[in-house]
């Protein structure tokens, strides 16, 4: 596997980005995803968390399969992915909103080694199809975001996430990544444990936002309360939360 020093990769980033500097842990997660090694990575949410695997994917021999429970944000990705690149294969999503000629075109940029990534929702990924496909081609890495979708502990479960270790173990074992914005430390625990990466290593960021102020405030006559706060901030956007959507409505 070719090696980058921080030069080259901070080289290969203003290629394919634009970016001139990595963000946080961005650097070191990408490198432990380069050398091949399991890594489990806790980012806030506009952290850089697809960065940490769209780079390594672009760098990489093979096609790296994303794993993602959004079909949205893959089309947002693969759309942002193909601003990128020359290559207009160079990232696909296999999913059921594809019919089957797109379906064909999608496979046949992967097997001509025109794809460096390739996103699946959990469903698809465990259609028997789809896993004989996938036993044909060299698989770089594979990347499970929105990863406490596996945890029955955490808010979002989803069973199918469940099944991803055991596809991934028919399909052939390559290493893998794991991202999440929220995982307790117990869900964290019960994801590397269902994926069968304990070992991994973890790279965890700040949740700190210096830009953001907090104030808890004493709640009176809320209506009235809520009618000045806007007029305070005439011309300006904002959102405020409710507990109930009946109460937002109100």
Same mark, same amino acid.
């Given at each position: 596997m070719e090696q980058y020093d921080s030069a080259s990769l901070h080289g290969k980033l203003k290629e394919y980005f634009g970016f001139s500097s990595f963000k946080g842990n961005q650097e070191a997660v990408i490198r432990n995803v380069l050398e091949g090694k399991d890594t489990f990575v806790l980012m806030p949410t506009g952290g850089g968390k697809s960065l940490c695997y769209q780079l390594p994917a672009l760098l990489m021999d093979g096609v790296a399969i994303v794993i993602s429970p959004l079909i949205a944000l893959m089309k947002n990705q693969v759309d942002a992915m193909r601003t990128f690149s020359a290559e207009s294969g160079i990232a696909h999503f296999l999913n059921s909103s594809l019919n089957k000629t797109a379906v064909t075109q999608v496979r046949s940029n992967v097997l001509a080694g025109k794809t460096k990534l390739l996103y699946f929702a959990p469903e698809?990924? =465990? #259609?028997?199809?789809?896993? @004989? $496909?996938?036993? #044909? +081609? *060299? +698989?770089? $890495?594979? /990347?499970?975001?929105? @990863?406490?979708?596996?945890?029955?502990? &955490?808010?979002? $479960? *989803? !069973?199918?996430?469940?099944?991803? *270790?055991? +596809?991934?173990?028919? +399909? &052939? !074992? /390559? !290493?893998?990544? /794991?991202? =999440?914005? =929220?995982a307790t430390p117990k869900v964290q625990l019960d994801i590397q444990k269902n994926l069968g990466m304990s070992d991994a290593a973890v790279f965890k960021s700040s949740f700190n936002r210096p830009n953001l102020y907090y104030e808890i405030r004493p709640k009176h006559d809320v209506d009235r309360e809520i009618i000045r706060f806007i007029k305070q901030n005439e011309g300006k956007s904002g959102i405020i939360y409710c507990l109930s959507r009946k109460k937002v409505e109100e």
């Open positions: 698809s990924l =465990t #259609k028997e199809d789809n896993v @004989a $496909f996938l036993r #044909k +081609i *060299r +698989i770089s $890495f594979y /990347a499970i975001d929105e @990863a406490h979708c596996i945890s029955e502990w &955490g808010h979002d $479960f *989803r !069973p199918e996430y469940r099944r991803i *270790r055991p +596809i991934i173990n028919e +399909i &052939g !074992p /390559a !290493p893998l990544i /794991a991202l =999440t914005a =929220t």
